[in-house]
């Protein structure tokens, strides 16, 4: 079985800065794509930012140019630095990983709550 533990979430004022982490333990073979996602009050899950276990990057058009996500493999861990934040980046933030070699399996975090006052 395999843990993502969320953290780094908060209250920041708009055009604040966050740092969010997210770290995997337990039986991990291999880490492949991990993401994080965003859930608002009243709306669906959305993707915010995946990486290739390469390093490789995509990103939300909304958060394009003020978010970077990034991994350190040798921590499992995964980051989503927030920059240039805006009232409507309030959501549950959560994070994804693809894990395994030859069956693979997707792990979801608990959630950390990310609060933007306008």
């Known amino acids: 079985q395999v843990q993502l533990v969320e953290s780094g979430g908060g209250l920041v004022q708009a055009g604040g800065s966050l740092r969010l982490s997210c770290a995997a333990s337990?039986?991990?073979?291999?880490?492949?794509?991990m993401a994080w996602y965003r859930q608002a009050p009243g709306k669906q899950r959305e993707l915010v930012a995946t990486?290739?276990?390469?390093?490789?990057?995509n990103y939300a058009d909304s958060v394009k140019g003020r978010f970077t996500i990034s991994r350190d493999n040798a921590k499992n861990t995964v980051y989503l630095q927030m920059n240039s934040s805006k009232p409507e980046d309030t959501a549950v933030y959560y994070c994804?990983?693809?894990?395994?070699?030859?069956?693979?399996?997707?792990?979801w975090g608990q959630g950390t709550q990310v609060t933007v006052s306008s």
């Open positions: 337990g039986r991990i073979f291999r880490i492949n794509d």
């Open positions: 990486i290739t276990s390469a390093g490789s990057t």
């Open positions: 994804n990983a693809n894990v395994g070699i030859y069956i693979r399996n997707v792990y």
